[in-house]
Protein backbone atom coordinates (compact mmCIF):
# COMPACT_ATOMS: atom_id res chain seq x y z
CA UNK A 1 0.00 0.00 0.00
CA UNK A 2 1.42 3.21 -1.04
CA UNK A 3 1.12 5.47 2.12
CA UNK A 4 1.07 8.98 -0.29
CA UNK A 5 -1.17 8.60 -3.28
CA UNK A 6 -1.80 12.17 -4.04
CA UNK A 7 -4.15 13.44 -6.04
CA UNK A 8 -2.47 12.73 -9.51
CA UNK A 9 -2.84 8.68 -8.59
CA UNK A 10 -6.56 7.37 -8.09
CA UNK A 11 -7.16 5.09 -5.98
CA UNK A 12 -9.09 3.37 -8.41
CA UNK A 13 -9.44 4.22 -12.24
CA UNK A 14 -12.03 2.20 -14.06
CA UNK A 15 -11.89 2.69 -18.31
CA UNK A 16 -14.34 1.36 -19.93
CA UNK A 17 -15.68 -1.43 -17.85
CA UNK A 18 -18.37 -3.64 -19.31
CA UNK A 19 -20.07 -6.89 -17.99
CA UNK A 20 -22.08 -8.73 -19.81
CA UNK A 21 -24.32 -12.11 -18.46
CA UNK A 22 -24.29 -14.74 -21.01
CA UNK A 23 -28.13 -16.18 -20.70
CA UNK A 24 -29.81 -19.48 -21.67
CA UNK A 25 -30.65 -19.28 -26.00
CA UNK A 26 -27.59 -17.29 -26.33
CA UNK A 27 -29.04 -13.93 -24.97
CA UNK A 28 -26.53 -11.54 -23.61
CA UNK A 29 -27.75 -9.12 -20.58
CA UNK A 30 -25.11 -5.78 -20.37
CA UNK A 31 -25.77 -4.93 -16.85
CA UNK A 32 -23.05 -2.53 -16.89
CA UNK A 33 -21.69 -0.65 -20.32
CA UNK A 34 -18.61 1.34 -20.68
CA UNK A 35 -18.03 2.91 -17.15
CA UNK A 36 -15.14 5.29 -16.51
CA UNK A 37 -14.76 6.76 -13.55
CA UNK A 38 -11.39 7.56 -11.17
CA UNK A 39 -11.67 7.98 -7.43
CA UNK A 40 -8.93 9.58 -5.49
CA UNK A 41 -7.86 9.43 -1.46
CA UNK A 42 -10.13 11.41 0.66
CA UNK A 43 -12.81 11.65 -2.27
CA UNK A 44 -16.51 9.89 -1.40
CA UNK A 45 -18.23 9.14 -5.25
CA UNK A 46 -21.65 8.62 -5.00
CA UNK A 47 -23.13 6.41 -7.64
CA UNK A 48 -26.88 6.74 -7.82
CA UNK A 49 -29.73 4.98 -10.16
CA UNK A 50 -33.08 2.98 -9.93
CA UNK A 51 -33.08 -0.59 -8.46
CA UNK A 52 -31.78 -3.00 -11.75
CA UNK A 53 -29.70 -0.16 -13.27
CA UNK A 54 -26.43 -1.93 -12.91
CA UNK A 55 -24.90 -0.45 -9.92
CA UNK A 56 -24.47 -3.16 -7.55
CA UNK A 57 -23.13 -5.58 -10.58
CA UNK A 58 -20.43 -2.97 -11.00
CA UNK A 59 -19.41 -3.31 -7.38
CA UNK A 60 -19.24 -7.20 -7.73
CA UNK A 61 -17.27 -6.50 -10.75
CA UNK A 62 -14.57 -4.98 -8.64
CA UNK A 63 -14.42 -7.14 -6.17
CA UNK A 64 -14.75 -10.08 -8.52
CA UNK A 65 -17.58 -11.29 -6.77
CA UNK A 66 -19.58 -12.19 -10.07
CA UNK A 67 -21.47 -15.25 -11.33
CA UNK A 68 -19.86 -17.43 -13.62
CA UNK A 69 -21.98 -16.28 -16.57
CA UNK A 70 -20.15 -12.98 -16.48
CA UNK A 71 -17.96 -11.77 -18.72
CA UNK A 72 -15.97 -8.59 -18.22
CA UNK A 73 -13.70 -6.24 -20.42
CA UNK A 74 -12.24 -3.21 -19.62
CA UNK A 75 -9.96 -2.36 -16.80
CA UNK A 76 -10.30 -1.06 -12.80
CA UNK A 77 -6.98 0.09 -12.15
CA UNK A 78 -5.55 0.02 -8.24
CA UNK A 79 -3.30 2.93 -7.43
CA UNK A 80 0.29 0.77 -8.16
CA UNK A 81 -1.20 -0.63 -11.74
CA UNK A 82 -2.96 -4.04 -10.55
CA UNK A 83 -6.34 -4.67 -12.55
CA UNK A 84 -9.00 -5.76 -10.99
CA UNK A 85 -10.74 -7.52 -13.79
CA UNK A 86 -7.90 -9.69 -14.44
CA UNK A 87 -6.31 -11.02 -11.29
CA UNK A 88 -7.93 -14.76 -10.35
CA UNK A 89 -10.03 -15.62 -7.38
CA UNK A 90 -6.78 -16.86 -5.24
CA UNK A 91 -5.01 -12.81 -5.48
CA UNK A 92 -8.50 -11.63 -5.22
CA UNK A 93 -8.95 -13.69 -2.17
CA UNK A 94 -5.69 -13.60 -0.47
CA UNK A 95 -4.52 -9.52 -1.47
CA UNK A 96 -7.20 -7.67 -2.54
CA UNK A 97 -10.70 -8.25 -0.57
CA UNK A 98 -10.78 -6.84 3.01
CA UNK A 99 -6.67 -5.69 2.69
CA UNK A 100 -6.96 -3.45 -0.41
CA UNK A 101 -10.72 -2.72 -0.64
CA UNK A 102 -13.38 -3.13 1.97
CA UNK A 103 -16.67 -4.32 1.85
CA UNK A 104 -19.47 -2.21 3.39
CA UNK A 105 -22.73 -4.48 2.42
CA UNK A 106 -26.20 -4.33 1.21
CA UNK A 107 -28.07 -5.91 4.20
CA UNK A 108 -25.45 -6.13 7.57
CA UNK A 109 -28.17 -8.77 8.88
CA UNK A 110 -27.42 -11.05 6.35
CA UNK A 111 -23.22 -10.39 6.03
CA UNK A 112 -22.52 -11.28 9.45
CA UNK A 113 -22.74 -14.89 10.57
CA UNK A 114 -25.38 -15.73 12.24
CA UNK A 115 -24.12 -18.09 14.82
CA UNK A 116 -21.29 -15.93 15.80
CA UNK A 117 -21.39 -13.15 17.72
CA UNK A 118 -19.76 -9.60 16.84
CA UNK A 119 -16.65 -10.42 18.65
CA UNK A 120 -15.57 -13.60 17.30
CA UNK A 121 -16.50 -12.53 13.95
CA UNK A 122 -13.94 -9.07 14.82
CA UNK A 123 -11.47 -11.33 16.37
CA UNK A 124 -11.44 -13.77 13.16
CA UNK A 125 -11.23 -10.89 10.91
CA UNK A 126 -8.34 -9.61 12.83
CA UNK A 127 -6.14 -13.00 12.62
CA UNK A 128 -6.70 -13.27 8.80
CA UNK A 129 -5.58 -9.79 8.39
CA UNK A 130 -3.59 -8.48 10.48
CA UNK A 131 -1.80 -11.40 12.00
CA UNK A 132 -2.72 -10.50 15.48
CA UNK A 133 -3.01 -13.50 18.42
CA UNK A 134 -4.19 -13.50 22.09
CA UNK A 135 -3.46 -11.94 23.97
CA UNK A 136 -3.30 -8.59 21.43
CA UNK A 137 -6.44 -10.12 20.03
CA UNK A 138 -9.19 -8.96 22.54
CA UNK A 139 -8.06 -5.18 22.88
CA UNK A 140 -7.59 -5.38 19.44
CA UNK A 141 -11.41 -6.22 18.27
CA UNK A 142 -12.43 -3.51 20.96
CA UNK A 143 -10.45 -0.89 19.09
CA UNK A 144 -11.87 -2.02 15.60
CA UNK A 145 -15.50 -1.96 17.30
CA UNK A 146 -14.87 1.28 18.40
CA UNK A 147 -13.63 2.90 15.43
CA UNK A 148 -17.14 2.21 13.51
CA UNK A 149 -18.79 3.29 16.88
CA UNK A 150 -19.68 0.36 17.88
CA UNK A 151 -20.57 0.09 21.06
CA UNK A 152 -18.30 -2.35 23.77
CA UNK A 153 -20.90 -3.39 25.58
CA UNK A 154 -22.43 -5.14 22.62
CA UNK A 155 -19.58 -7.42 21.18
CA UNK A 156 -20.93 -10.54 22.88
CA UNK A 157 -24.01 -10.11 21.20
CA UNK A 158 -25.62 -12.50 18.28
CA UNK A 159 -26.20 -10.69 15.23
CA UNK A 160 -30.36 -11.03 15.13
CA UNK A 161 -29.73 -9.14 18.54
CA UNK A 162 -28.70 -6.19 17.30
CA UNK A 163 -30.34 -3.09 15.88
CA UNK A 164 -30.24 -2.16 12.03
CA UNK A 165 -27.80 0.87 13.12
CA UNK A 166 -25.67 -1.60 15.27
CA UNK A 167 -25.56 -4.60 12.41
CA UNK A 168 -24.60 -1.75 10.15
CA UNK A 169 -21.93 -0.98 12.22
CA UNK A 170 -20.32 -3.99 13.14
CA UNK A 171 -20.14 -4.81 9.17
CA UNK A 172 -18.66 -1.31 8.89
CA UNK A 173 -15.99 -2.28 11.72
CA UNK A 174 -15.17 -5.53 9.62
CA UNK A 175 -14.48 -3.46 6.60
CA UNK A 176 -11.72 -1.25 8.35
CA UNK A 177 -10.19 -4.19 9.91
CA UNK A 178 -7.91 -4.98 6.74
CA UNK A 179 -6.94 -1.13 6.45
CA UNK A 180 -8.10 -1.16 2.68
CA UNK A 181 -7.67 2.13 1.16
CA UNK A 182 -10.48 1.88 -0.81
CA UNK A 183 -13.84 1.74 0.78
CA UNK A 184 -16.74 0.00 -1.27
CA UNK A 185 -20.23 0.76 0.41
CA UNK A 186 -23.20 -1.03 -1.37
CA UNK A 187 -26.36 0.86 -0.24
CA UNK A 188 -25.57 0.45 2.43
CA UNK A 189 -28.13 2.63 3.99
CA UNK A 190 -31.37 0.49 2.73
CA UNK A 191 -33.94 0.15 5.53
CA UNK A 192 -32.23 2.31 8.07
CA UNK A 193 -34.25 5.66 9.16
CA UNK A 194 -33.33 8.88 8.20
CA UNK A 195 -31.54 9.23 11.51
CA UNK A 196 -29.81 5.88 11.47
CA UNK A 197 -28.66 6.91 7.43
CA UNK A 198 -27.35 10.39 8.41
CA UNK A 199 -25.03 8.48 10.64
CA UNK A 200 -24.16 5.57 8.84
CA UNK A 201 -23.42 8.24 5.85
CA UNK A 202 -21.47 10.75 8.48
CA UNK A 203 -19.26 7.46 10.15
CA UNK A 204 -18.29 6.58 6.43
CA UNK A 205 -17.66 10.48 5.18
CA UNK A 206 -15.35 10.04 8.46
CA UNK A 207 -13.60 7.28 7.41
CA UNK A 208 -13.31 8.70 3.47
CA UNK A 209 -11.38 12.45 5.54
CA UNK A 210 -9.38 9.85 6.97
CA UNK A 211 -7.84 9.39 3.63
CA UNK A 212 -9.40 6.22 2.49
CA UNK A 213 -11.13 6.22 -1.19
CA UNK A 214 -15.17 5.54 -0.81
CA UNK A 215 -17.26 4.44 -3.83
CA UNK A 216 -20.63 4.42 -2.43
CA UNK A 217 -23.58 2.69 -4.39
CA UNK A 218 -27.08 4.05 -3.34
CA UNK A 219 -30.67 5.10 -4.25
CA UNK A 220 -31.15 7.40 -1.46
CA UNK A 221 -30.57 10.46 -3.00
CA UNK A 222 -30.25 12.42 0.25
CA UNK A 223 -27.56 9.82 1.34
CA UNK A 224 -26.16 10.97 -1.37
CA UNK A 225 -26.16 14.42 -1.06
CA UNK A 226 -24.73 14.35 2.34
CA UNK A 227 -21.95 12.39 1.99
CA UNK A 228 -20.60 12.25 -1.85
CA UNK A 229 -17.72 15.21 -3.12
CA UNK A 230 -19.24 13.88 -6.97
CA UNK A 231 -22.32 12.12 -7.97
CA UNK A 232 -22.59 9.55 -10.55
CA UNK A 233 -25.97 8.73 -12.42
CA UNK A 234 -26.36 5.54 -14.16
CA UNK A 235 -29.01 4.51 -16.37
CA UNK A 236 -29.43 1.44 -17.93
CA UNK A 237 -26.06 0.14 -16.81
CA UNK A 238 -24.55 3.31 -17.94
CA UNK A 239 -23.44 6.22 -16.37
CA UNK A 240 -25.25 8.96 -18.10
CA UNK A 241 -23.82 12.05 -15.62
CA UNK A 242 -20.62 12.22 -13.69
CA UNK A 243 -20.52 15.80 -11.74
CA UNK A 244 -19.65 17.92 -8.58
CA UNK A 245 -22.63 17.32 -5.82
CA UNK A 246 -22.47 20.63 -4.86
CA UNK A 247 -23.68 21.61 -8.36
CA UNK A 248 -25.65 18.51 -8.64
CA UNK A 249 -27.91 18.88 -6.02
CA UNK A 250 -27.97 22.65 -5.79
CA UNK A 251 -27.56 25.01 -8.61
CA UNK A 252 -27.54 24.92 -11.42
CA UNK A 253 -28.58 21.02 -10.85
CA UNK A 254 -28.46 17.87 -12.94
CA UNK A 255 -28.27 18.31 -16.64
CA UNK A 256 -28.96 14.99 -17.77
CA UNK A 257 -33.04 14.66 -18.20
CA UNK A 258 -32.80 11.18 -16.07
CA UNK A 259 -30.83 12.36 -13.19
CA UNK A 260 -33.63 15.64 -13.43
CA UNK A 261 -36.30 13.69 -13.22
CA UNK A 262 -34.97 11.89 -10.25
CA UNK A 263 -34.31 15.18 -8.13
CA UNK A 264 -37.64 15.82 -9.23
CA UNK A 265 -39.22 12.90 -7.98
CA UNK A 266 -38.22 13.69 -4.01
CA UNK A 267 -40.94 14.60 -2.21
CA UNK A 268 -38.81 17.66 -0.91
CA UNK A 269 -38.95 18.59 -4.75
CA UNK A 270 -41.80 18.51 -6.82
CA UNK A 271 -42.67 14.49 -6.03
CA UNK A 272 -43.48 13.63 -9.64
CA UNK A 273 -42.08 10.24 -10.84
CA UNK A 274 -40.63 9.85 -14.22
CA UNK A 275 -43.13 8.60 -16.47
CA UNK A 276 -42.87 4.88 -17.60
CA UNK A 277 -39.74 2.31 -16.04
CA UNK A 278 -36.17 1.79 -16.96
CA UNK A 279 -35.81 -0.64 -19.91
CA UNK A 280 -35.03 -4.26 -19.73
CA UNK A 281 -30.90 -4.72 -19.34
CA UNK A 282 -31.81 -7.64 -21.86
CA UNK A 283 -33.55 -5.82 -24.63
CA UNK A 284 -31.67 -2.35 -24.33
CA UNK A 285 -33.36 -0.06 -26.97
CA UNK A 286 -30.89 0.45 -30.31
CA UNK A 287 -30.51 4.29 -29.44
CA UNK A 288 -30.28 6.84 -26.23
CA UNK A 289 -31.96 3.65 -23.73
CA UNK A 290 -33.85 6.85 -21.62
CA UNK A 291 -35.30 8.33 -25.00
CA UNK A 292 -38.41 6.53 -24.15
CA UNK A 293 -39.59 8.11 -21.03
CA UNK A 294 -37.81 11.35 -22.01
CA UNK A 295 -39.26 14.76 -22.60
CA UNK A 296 -36.42 16.16 -24.57
CA UNK A 297 -36.44 12.84 -27.01
CA UNK A 298 -36.32 13.65 -31.23
CA UNK A 299 -34.54 12.31 -34.00
CA UNK A 300 -30.84 12.35 -32.70
CA UNK A 301 -31.80 10.07 -29.78
CA UNK A 302 -31.97 6.86 -31.99
CA UNK A 303 -28.41 7.06 -32.38
CA UNK A 304 -27.29 6.04 -28.13
CA UNK A 305 -25.24 9.04 -26.59
CA UNK A 306 -21.20 9.09 -26.20
CA UNK A 307 -20.25 9.70 -23.06
CA UNK A 308 -18.02 12.64 -23.27
CA UNK A 309 -16.59 12.31 -19.44
CA UNK A 310 -19.69 14.26 -17.77
CA UNK A 311 -22.46 13.71 -19.96
CA UNK A 312 -24.03 11.28 -21.93
CA UNK A 313 -27.10 12.64 -23.82
CA UNK A 314 -27.40 13.95 -27.23
CA UNK A 315 -29.02 17.51 -26.09
CA UNK A 316 -26.13 18.63 -24.14
CA UNK A 317 -28.20 20.70 -21.60
CA UNK A 318 -26.16 23.44 -20.33
CA UNK A 319 -25.99 24.32 -16.64
CA UNK A 320 -28.55 27.13 -16.48
CA UNK A 321 -30.89 24.81 -18.20
CA UNK A 322 -31.30 25.79 -22.05
CA UNK A 323 -29.97 23.35 -24.83
CA UNK A 324 -27.69 24.76 -26.94
CA UNK A 325 -28.92 25.41 -30.86
CA UNK A 326 -27.42 23.64 -33.57
CA UNK A 327 -27.15 25.14 -36.68
CA UNK B 1 -63.53 5.09 11.21
CA UNK B 2 -60.77 2.82 11.73
CA UNK B 3 -60.43 3.73 15.55
CA UNK B 4 -57.42 1.50 17.83
CA UNK B 5 -58.16 2.26 21.54
CA UNK B 6 -55.20 1.63 23.87
CA UNK B 7 -53.83 -1.00 22.10
CA UNK B 8 -50.89 -3.29 23.77
CA UNK B 9 -49.62 -5.83 21.36
CA UNK B 10 -46.00 -7.74 20.80
CA UNK B 11 -44.41 -11.03 21.13
CA UNK B 12 -43.98 -11.90 24.39
CA UNK B 13 -46.71 -10.86 26.62
CA UNK B 14 -44.36 -9.98 30.08
CA UNK B 15 -42.85 -7.22 27.46
CA UNK B 16 -45.27 -5.71 24.82
CA UNK B 17 -43.51 -3.38 22.11
CA UNK B 18 -46.81 -1.75 21.20
CA UNK B 19 -48.43 -0.21 24.76
CA UNK B 20 -51.81 1.52 25.36
CA UNK B 21 -51.20 2.95 21.95
CA UNK B 22 -54.46 4.97 20.60
CA UNK B 23 -55.15 6.50 16.95
CA UNK B 24 -58.11 7.34 14.94
CA UNK B 25 -58.77 7.34 11.36
CA UNK B 26 -61.71 8.76 9.82
CA UNK B 27 -62.75 7.65 6.13
CA UNK B 28 -60.88 9.87 3.13
CA UNK B 29 -58.56 10.32 5.68
CA UNK B 30 -54.81 9.87 5.38
CA UNK B 31 -52.52 9.79 8.27
CA UNK B 32 -48.96 8.99 8.66
CA UNK B 33 -47.48 7.27 11.64
CA UNK B 34 -43.67 8.40 12.51
CA UNK B 35 -41.48 6.67 14.67
CA UNK B 36 -37.73 5.31 14.59
CA UNK B 37 -36.82 1.91 13.51
CA UNK B 38 -37.87 -0.89 16.02
CA UNK B 39 -40.15 1.02 18.24
CA UNK B 40 -43.17 -1.04 17.27
CA UNK B 41 -45.22 0.69 14.62
CA UNK B 42 -45.36 -2.13 12.42
CA UNK B 43 -46.87 -4.28 14.70
CA UNK B 44 -49.29 -1.66 15.31
CA UNK B 45 -49.79 -1.47 11.68
CA UNK B 46 -50.40 -5.53 11.63
CA UNK B 47 -52.91 -4.35 14.36
CA UNK B 48 -54.89 -2.09 12.73
CA UNK B 49 -54.66 -4.63 9.32
CA UNK B 50 -56.18 -7.64 11.78
CA UNK B 51 -53.46 -9.63 10.89
CA UNK B 52 -51.85 -9.44 14.47
CA UNK B 53 -54.23 -10.02 17.52
CA UNK B 54 -53.56 -7.44 20.39
CA UNK B 55 -53.01 -8.35 23.97
CA UNK B 56 -55.36 -5.65 24.89
CA UNK B 57 -57.35 -2.51 23.45
CA UNK B 58 -60.19 -2.60 20.69
CA UNK B 59 -60.42 -2.23 16.96
CA UNK B 60 -63.55 -0.98 15.99
CA UNK B 61 -63.96 -0.96 11.76
CA UNK B 62 -66.61 0.96 10.44
CA UNK B 63 -68.23 1.18 13.78
CA UNK B 64 -67.86 -3.09 14.30
CA UNK B 65 -65.55 -4.44 17.00
CA UNK B 66 -62.79 -6.34 15.84
CA UNK B 67 -63.30 -9.62 17.61
CA UNK B 68 -61.01 -12.07 15.55
CA UNK B 69 -57.69 -11.83 14.28
CA UNK B 70 -56.15 -13.06 10.64
CA UNK B 71 -57.89 -16.12 9.29
CA UNK B 72 -60.59 -15.56 12.33
CA UNK B 73 -61.70 -11.87 11.15
CA UNK B 74 -65.05 -11.83 9.26
CA UNK B 75 -64.71 -12.04 5.34
CA UNK B 76 -66.64 -9.17 5.41
CA UNK B 77 -64.01 -7.07 7.81
CA UNK B 78 -60.85 -8.78 6.74
CA UNK B 79 -61.57 -7.68 2.87
CA UNK B 80 -62.28 -4.24 4.09
CA UNK B 81 -58.54 -3.66 4.97
CA UNK B 82 -55.59 -3.84 1.68
CA UNK B 83 -52.33 -4.26 3.48
CA UNK B 84 -48.73 -3.43 1.46
CA UNK B 85 -45.91 -3.98 3.14
CA UNK B 86 -41.96 -3.02 3.21
CA UNK B 87 -39.99 -5.85 1.51
CA UNK B 88 -42.04 -6.98 -1.05
CA UNK B 89 -39.69 -10.62 -1.72
CA UNK B 90 -41.06 -11.35 1.60
CA UNK B 91 -44.84 -10.83 0.86
CA UNK B 92 -45.27 -12.40 -2.40
CA UNK B 93 -45.01 -15.95 -3.47
CA UNK B 94 -42.14 -16.64 -5.14
CA UNK B 95 -44.14 -19.75 -7.47
CA UNK B 96 -46.45 -17.12 -8.80
CA UNK B 97 -46.74 -15.07 -11.75
CA UNK B 98 -47.21 -11.19 -10.98
CA UNK B 99 -50.82 -11.70 -12.73
CA UNK B 100 -51.94 -14.71 -10.30
CA UNK B 101 -50.25 -12.85 -7.13
CA UNK B 102 -52.38 -9.33 -7.95
CA UNK B 103 -55.63 -11.94 -8.60
CA UNK B 104 -55.33 -13.75 -5.50
CA UNK B 105 -57.35 -12.09 -3.24
CA UNK B 106 -59.71 -12.36 -6.07
CA UNK B 107 -59.61 -16.31 -6.21
CA UNK B 108 -59.43 -16.71 -2.01
CA UNK B 109 -62.73 -14.82 -2.13
CA UNK B 110 -64.28 -16.67 -4.02
CA UNK B 111 -64.50 -14.10 -7.15
CA UNK B 112 -62.91 -15.83 -10.00
CA UNK B 113 -64.85 -14.56 -12.40
CA UNK B 114 -63.74 -10.47 -11.95
CA UNK B 115 -59.59 -11.85 -12.31
CA UNK B 116 -59.57 -11.11 -15.93
CA UNK B 117 -61.47 -7.15 -15.57
CA UNK B 118 -59.87 -5.79 -12.50
CA UNK B 119 -56.38 -7.48 -13.52
CA UNK B 120 -56.74 -5.67 -16.71
CA UNK B 121 -58.30 -2.44 -14.97
CA UNK B 122 -55.20 -2.19 -12.35
CA UNK B 123 -51.92 -3.20 -13.81
CA UNK B 124 -51.72 -0.57 -16.33
CA UNK B 125 -52.42 2.00 -13.29
CA UNK B 126 -49.51 0.66 -11.57
CA UNK B 127 -47.26 0.97 -14.30
CA UNK B 128 -47.05 -2.80 -14.58
CA UNK B 129 -47.27 -3.88 -18.84
CA UNK B 130 -48.55 -7.71 -20.13
CA UNK B 131 -45.16 -9.27 -20.68
CA UNK B 132 -44.01 -7.99 -16.64
CA UNK B 133 -47.41 -9.70 -15.45
CA UNK B 134 -46.47 -13.22 -16.66
CA UNK B 135 -43.07 -13.15 -14.66
CA UNK B 136 -42.62 -14.46 -11.65
CA UNK B 137 -41.05 -12.39 -8.58
CA UNK B 138 -37.27 -13.54 -9.01
CA UNK B 139 -37.61 -12.11 -12.57
CA UNK B 140 -38.58 -8.57 -11.83
CA UNK B 141 -37.12 -5.63 -9.84
CA UNK B 142 -38.09 -4.69 -5.99
CA UNK B 143 -39.73 -1.63 -7.23
CA UNK B 144 -41.69 -3.69 -10.30
CA UNK B 145 -42.59 -6.11 -7.49
CA UNK B 146 -43.68 -4.00 -5.19
CA UNK B 147 -46.19 -2.27 -7.44
CA UNK B 148 -47.59 -5.60 -8.05
CA UNK B 149 -48.06 -6.05 -4.06
CA UNK B 150 -49.96 -2.57 -4.40
CA UNK B 151 -51.92 -4.08 -6.68
CA UNK B 152 -52.76 -6.93 -5.19
CA UNK B 153 -53.76 -4.41 -1.87
CA UNK B 154 -56.22 -2.88 -3.94
CA UNK B 155 -57.49 -5.47 -5.75
CA UNK B 156 -60.42 -5.94 -3.61
CA UNK B 157 -61.52 -2.20 -3.48
CA UNK B 158 -60.51 -1.54 0.19
CA UNK B 159 -62.14 0.34 2.15
CA UNK B 160 -58.92 0.67 4.14
CA UNK B 161 -55.18 0.67 2.90
CA UNK B 162 -52.30 0.38 5.45
CA UNK B 163 -48.69 1.11 3.76
CA UNK B 164 -45.93 -0.03 6.31
CA UNK B 165 -42.82 1.26 5.35
CA UNK B 166 -44.08 1.11 1.44
CA UNK B 167 -41.38 2.75 -0.38
CA UNK B 168 -38.39 2.06 2.11
CA UNK B 169 -36.63 -0.26 -0.70
CA UNK B 170 -37.81 2.01 -3.46
CA UNK B 171 -35.62 5.03 -5.73
CA UNK B 172 -37.16 8.29 -5.86
CA UNK B 173 -39.16 7.47 -8.76
CA UNK B 174 -40.76 4.75 -8.10
CA UNK B 175 -41.36 6.10 -4.24
CA UNK B 176 -42.99 9.10 -6.16
CA UNK B 177 -45.01 6.48 -9.10
CA UNK B 178 -46.46 4.31 -6.23
CA UNK B 179 -47.83 7.13 -4.01
CA UNK B 180 -49.47 8.34 -7.06
CA UNK B 181 -51.37 5.36 -7.59
CA UNK B 182 -52.59 5.22 -3.61
CA UNK B 183 -54.01 8.88 -4.22
CA UNK B 184 -55.35 7.73 -7.18
CA UNK B 185 -57.23 5.21 -5.89
CA UNK B 186 -58.04 7.23 -2.61
CA UNK B 187 -59.81 10.21 -4.60
CA UNK B 188 -61.63 7.92 -6.68
CA UNK B 189 -62.90 5.61 -3.76
CA UNK B 190 -62.85 7.77 -1.02
CA UNK B 191 -60.65 5.17 1.00
CA UNK B 192 -58.65 6.13 4.64
CA UNK B 193 -54.91 5.34 4.47
CA UNK B 194 -52.61 5.04 7.20
CA UNK B 195 -49.18 5.11 6.35
CA UNK B 196 -46.18 3.88 8.91
CA UNK B 197 -42.82 4.92 8.22
CA UNK B 198 -39.83 6.92 9.24
CA UNK B 199 -39.44 9.23 6.22
CA UNK B 200 -40.93 12.41 7.80
CA UNK B 201 -40.49 14.59 5.10
CA UNK B 202 -42.43 11.45 2.72
CA UNK B 203 -45.31 11.07 4.92
CA UNK B 204 -45.72 14.96 5.59
CA UNK B 205 -46.00 15.32 1.77
CA UNK B 206 -47.89 12.21 1.27
CA UNK B 207 -50.68 12.27 3.88
CA UNK B 208 -53.06 15.11 5.71
CA UNK B 209 -51.94 14.48 9.17
CA UNK B 210 -48.67 12.94 10.32
CA UNK B 211 -48.66 11.52 14.17
CA UNK B 212 -45.32 10.72 15.87
CA UNK B 213 -45.43 7.60 17.96
CA UNK B 214 -44.76 9.04 21.24
CA UNK B 215 -47.83 11.20 20.74
CA UNK B 216 -50.44 8.49 20.61
CA UNK B 217 -48.36 6.09 23.19
CA UNK B 218 -49.32 5.81 26.59
CA UNK B 219 -47.14 6.48 29.77
CA UNK B 220 -44.96 3.30 30.24
CA UNK B 221 -43.97 3.33 26.35
CA UNK B 222 -40.58 2.26 25.69
CA UNK B 223 -38.62 5.26 24.71
CA UNK B 224 -35.99 3.29 22.70
CA UNK B 225 -36.36 -0.63 21.52
CA UNK B 226 -33.35 -2.91 20.84
CA UNK B 227 -35.34 -4.66 18.09
CA UNK B 228 -33.76 -5.85 15.14
CA UNK B 229 -36.85 -5.34 12.58
CA UNK B 230 -37.20 -1.80 10.82
Redesign the interface.
Known amino acids: MKNDPGPTAPVLSVRGLSVRFRMRGGRHIAAVADAHFDLAAGECLALV ?4 CGKSVLASALLGLLPGNARTSGSALLDDGTDLLGLGERSLARTVRGRRIGLVPQSP ?1 AHLTPVRTVRAQLEETLRELTGARRPALRPAAEQAAARASFPAGHLDRYP ?8 QRAATALALIGDAPLLLADEPT ?7 VERTVDELRRHADGGRALLIIT ?1 D ?1 AAAERIADRVAVMYAGRIVELADAERFFGEPGPRHPYAR ?3 D ?4 RA ?4 P ?2 PPELGALPEGCAFAARCGRADDRCSVPPPFDGALACHHGVRADGEEPVHA | MLELTRITAGYDRRDPVVREVSLSLAPGESLGLLGPSGCGKSTLARVAALLHRPYAGTVVLDGEPVRGWRHRAPRAQRTAVGVVFQQPRLSADPRLTLRELIAQPLRATGRRSEVADRVAGLAPAVGLTPELLGRRPHEVSDGQLQRACLARALVLRPRWLICDEMTAMLDASTTAALVAVVESYRRESGAGLLAVGHDRVLLERWCDRTVGWQECSGPGAPQESMSPTG
Open positions: GESGAHELSGGLATGLDRELHLGLLALPEFVPIGM
